[in-house]
């Protein structure tokens, strides 16, 4: 991803996953970012993911849709993926406090698995943001808004 802040300006970065929220307008809230919030998800995609065909097929964005209420309610990361092997930070946290009680992460970076969300390539994410617009919905839709979780398809 480029305009990440965790990367020099104009340098990409790797995640193993990234999670954003998109609301009921369809901008993109992203924390890391060097842009503004919030940024069109249209524009997001087309700024973070700006040279992706340049780069090996393994490190394809792969973006899950999944509804805020699903994330709310089932999503967990104690930041352990975040430590060494002697229990030292590789990065320092976010400031936040970690999300949920335990850890699955796992669960909403593996592209193997259906669930949660709905799986998208880069071309379908930008579909995606096209038809929510389209419909008037934003990303608000029957089940409120989303948060768009995504990964490298490589661990790092």
Do not use: C
């Not at 699903?70 to 975040?82: G, H, I, L, N, P």
């Amino acid at each position: 991803m480029l305009q990440q802040r965790a990367a020099p300006p104009g340098r990409l970065i790797a995640w193993d996953y990234h999670a954003v929220v998109v609301d009921a307008a369809g901008r993109v809230w992203d924390q890391d970012s060097r842009l503004p919030l919030p940024t069109s998800g249209p524009e997001w995609l087309k700024t973070s993911f700006a040279l992706t065909h340049r780069l090996p097929s393994a490190y394809a964005p792969k973006l899950p849709i999944v509804s805020a209420e699903a994330y709310r309610r089932d999503f967990a990361s104690d930041r352990s993926y975040m430590r060494d092997r002697r229990l030292r930070w590789r990065h320092p946290p976010p400031p936040w406090a970690p999300i949920g009680s335990g850890m699955n992460l796992a669960r909403f970076v593996n592209p193997a698995l259906p669930e949660p969300g709905r799986l998208l390539d880069l071309a379908a994410a930008r579909e995606w943001f096209v038809n929510q617009m389209d419909a008037g919905l934003g990303s608000n839709g029957p089940n409120g808004p989303r948060s768009m979780e995504g990964h490298s398809g490589s661990d790092g």
